[in-house]
T-cell receptor
Framework: DGGITQSPKYLFRKEGQNVTLSCEQN?????MYWYRQDPGQGLRLIYY???????QKGDIAEGYSVSREKKESFPLTVTSAQKNPTAFYLC?????????????FGSGTRLTVV | AQSVAQPEDQVNVAEGNPLTVKCTYS??????LFWYVQYPNRGLQFLLK??????LVKGSYGFEAEFNKSQTSFHLKKPSALVSDSALYFC????????????FGDGTTLTVKP
């Protein structure tokens, strides 16, 4: 079945550590997105990529980095510069940036700072 | 700039009664509107969309939504609620000139009581 796989499901980070969240899709979608979800704040866009080897900052990009070396993969690194990284992270994709279809979401990664 | 508002954090209905989850939006151009549902610790699932045409759109699980251009609203409805409809619902909007980036509301928790 086609879909988006996020791993790990749960991740614990120590203060000062960088961690990388994986997002892989086999839908042949061009566009991919990373959102952060906090209680009561909905989804906020971190980074998005409309094509391989290209990506743009979203609304809350500070303290995060991404890469898009392959169409299928869009990993997110949470750096030590992100002061409040504890959140639920969601990866999504769409067929094309201008697609009129909705997004397909992964099941999320819950990141906790310990 | 595009934005979306979900004025109710919580909606409670009795099983078998009709339900409405409200959404209003603001865009400069023409809106593309979406509803998603999220179950605990899961990603979002696409329910339905409005792109153009008939103002009443039908989606998954018996849900429908009505687009009202004059009131800039896109309320989600269901004639008869089920306990299994209890979840977190998100409205999202994208301007027709804004390639790829959807803006999400803060979400509304729907609780259906037996």
């Amino acid at each position: 079945d086609g879909g988006i796989t996020q791993s790990p499901k749960y991740l614990f980070r120590k203060e000062g550590q960088n961690v990388t969240l994986s997002c892989e899709q086999n839908l042949n979608h061009d566009a991919m997105y990373w959102y952060r979800q906090d209680p009561g704040q909905g989804l906020r866009l971190i980074y998005y990529s409309q094509i391989v080897n290209d990506f743009q900052k979203g609304d809350i990009a500070e303290g995060y980095s991404v890469s898009r070396e392959k169409k299928e993969s869009f990993p997110l690194t949470v750096t030590s510069a992100q002061k409040n990284p504890t959140a639920f992270y969601l990866c999504a994709s769409s067929m094309a940036p201008t697609s009129l279809n909705g997004y397909t979401f992964g099941s999320g990664t819950r990141l906790t700072v310990v | 700039a595009q934005s979306v508002a979900q004025p109710e954090d919580q909606v409670n209905v009795a099983e078998g009664n009709p339900l409405t989850v409200k959404c209003t939006y603001s865009v400069s151009g023409n809106p593309y509107l979406f509803w998603y549902v999220q179950y605990p610790n899961r990603g979002l699932q696409f329910l339905l969309k409005y792109i153009t045409g008939d103002n009443l759109v039908k989606g998954s699980y018996g849900f429908e939504a009505e687009f009202n251009k004059s009131q800039t609203s896109f309320h989600l409805k269901k004639p008869s609620a089920l306990v299994s409809d209890s979840a977190l619902y998100f409205c999202a909007v994208r301007e027709d000139t804004n390639a790829g980036k959807s803006t999400f509301g803060d979400g509304t928790t729907l609780t259906v009581k037996p």
